[in-house]
T-cell receptor, first 111, second 113 residues
Framework: GQQVMQIPQYQHVQEGEDFTTYCNSS?????IQWYKQRPGGHPVFLIQ?????EVKKQKRLTFQFGEAKKNSSLHITATQTTDVGTYFC???????????FGTGTRLQVFP | DTEVTQTPKHLVMGMTNKKSLKCEQH?????MYWYKQKAKKPPELMFV???????INESVPSRFSPECPNSSLLNLHLHALQPEDSALYLC????????????FGQGTRLTVV
């Protein structure tokens, strides 16, 4: 079945350092969404990418959707302690008609 | 109102108990979802309701029984659960379908003893 993997599984950074998480799907995706889940919290929607090669920015966050629509990345510039949490990509495929969450990357930021 | 409200926040139940989880949204969303999330794992889709009809059942055991009484409410009825069913149960809603942004509730943390 469809699988969505993320690397790395964990990342510890010093405040001010950059962070990137990569998302790879076993199948071509129709769109990809990104969510952030704070410790003890629930997933919160960040953004959706639809077009091949699309790049979107939200302040310090940059999101990319690969040309083949099978991978995506989230890059955070100059991390802050408020960035702590687990970042999930979630891909939708018309083949499965379902949104499949990636395995997640847990980010820890040390002050 | 951009909230999805879940009750209760915490639930401890025995393996012979029957309980229900409740979810409510007033955003006019027509798609609602139940997810199960184990610690340090991604949410796993259980059920999808679209326009109050069950559209996806991810081969979930029959001890979990979903119900959508109206477009604002979603229930998950629990019966004869196993300890391995202990998890965070998340409800979510989106405007019309899975292509739309999903709004998640805060979840019910369930412990089966």
């Amino acid at each position: 079945g469809q699988q969505v993997m993320q690397i790395p599984q964990y990342q510890h950074v010093q405040e001010g350092e950059d962070f990137t998480t990569y998302c790879n799907s076993s199948t071509t995706l129709s769109n990809i969404q990104w969510y952030k889940q704070r410790p003890g919290g629930h997933p919160v929607f960040l953004i959706q990418l639809v077009k091949s090669g699309e790049v979107k920015k939200q302040k310090r966050l940059t999101f990319q959707f690969g040309e083949a629509k099978k991978n995506s990345s989230l890059h955070i510039t100059a991390t802050q302690t408020t960035d702590v949490g687990t970042y999930f990509c979630a891909g939708f495929s018309y083949n499965t008609d379902k949104l499949i969450f990636g395995t997640g990357t847990r980010l820890q930021v040390f002050p | 109102d951009t909230e999805v409200t879940q009750t209760p926040k915490h639930l401890v139940m025995g393996m012979t108990n029957k309980k229900s989880l409740k979810c409510e949204q007033h955003m006019g969303h027509r798609a609602m979802y139940w997810y199960k999330q184990k610690a340090k794992k991604p949410p796993e889709l259980m059920f999808v309701y679209s326009y109050e009809k069950l559209s996806i059942n991810e081969s979930v055991p029959s001890r979990f029984s979903p119900e959508c009484p109206n477009s604002s409410l979603l229930n998950l009825h629990l019966h004869a659960l196993q300890p391995e069913d202990s998890a965070l149960y998340l409800c979510a809603s989106s405007q019309a379908n899975t292509l739309d942004e999903a709004f998640f509730g805060q979840g019910t943390r369930l412990t089966v003893v």
